[in-house]
């Protein structure tokens, strides 16, 4: 029953991620550099970093091991196996992508708002 509710966690987190990661991906090409798009940035990066750290390697599967799984795999998320095999050379060089979008929007922006210029969503100090 563990084992069960660890592959369909690590489901759930892979679909999440890599939602967050597509958004990321379509908003840098969008020029849409919100905090919305920081916050799906923000998720993969978080993710990646956990990966890294623990070796290019996902956490769950010492899970899944140590609950008798054969291999430890948890990548059984119904993709085709080269595909899960290759996940991290497929989504490493999207994130580096959607991330030089997002710079290039942000340059293009110009300086940052400051507290001394009003943005476009607040009221006018002159009363227009």
Same mark, same amino acid.
């Given at each position: #029953?563990?084992?069960?509710?660890?592959? $369909?966690?690590? &489901? %759930?987190?892979? @679909?999440?991620? =890599?939602?967050?990661?597509?958004?990321?991906?379509?908003?840098?090409f969008?020029?849409? &550099?919100?905090?919305?798009a920081?916050?799906?940035?923000?998720?993969?990066?978080?993710?990646?970093?956990?990966?890294?750290?623990?070796? #290019?390697?996902?956490?769950?599967?010492?899970?899944?091991?140590?609950?008798?799984?054969?291999? =430890? &795999? %948890?990548?059984?998320?119904?993709?085709? =196996?080269?595909?899960?095999?290759?996940?991290? %050379?497929?989504?490493?060089? #999207? @994130?580096?992508?959607?991330?030089?979008?997002? $710079?290039?929007?942000?340059?293009?922006?110009?300086?940052?708002?400051? #507290?001394?210029?009003?943005?476009?969503?607040?009221p006018?100090?002159? =009363?227009?």
């Open positions: #029953m563990g084992l069960i509710a660890i592959k $369909a966690v690590h &489901s %759930v987190l892979f @679909f999440a991620i =890599g939602g967050c990661l597509v958004y990321f991906l379509i908003a840098g969008a020029r849409r &550099s919100d905090r919305r920081a916050l799906a940035g923000a998720v993969v990066a978080g993710e990646a970093a956990i990966y890294a750290v623990n070796g #290019m390697r996902c956490p769950l599967t010492d899970l899944a091991e140590d609950l008798g799984a054969e291999d =430890g &795999s %948890v990548a059984d998320i119904y993709l085709p =196996g080269p595909l899960r095999r290759n996940l991290p %050379v497929i989504t490493g060089p #999207m @994130f580096a992508l959607a991330l030089a979008l997002h $710079a290039r929007n942000l340059v293009r922006a110009g300086p940052w708002p400051t #507290m001394d210029r009003p943005d476009r969503r607040s006018r100090c002159d =009363g227009s």
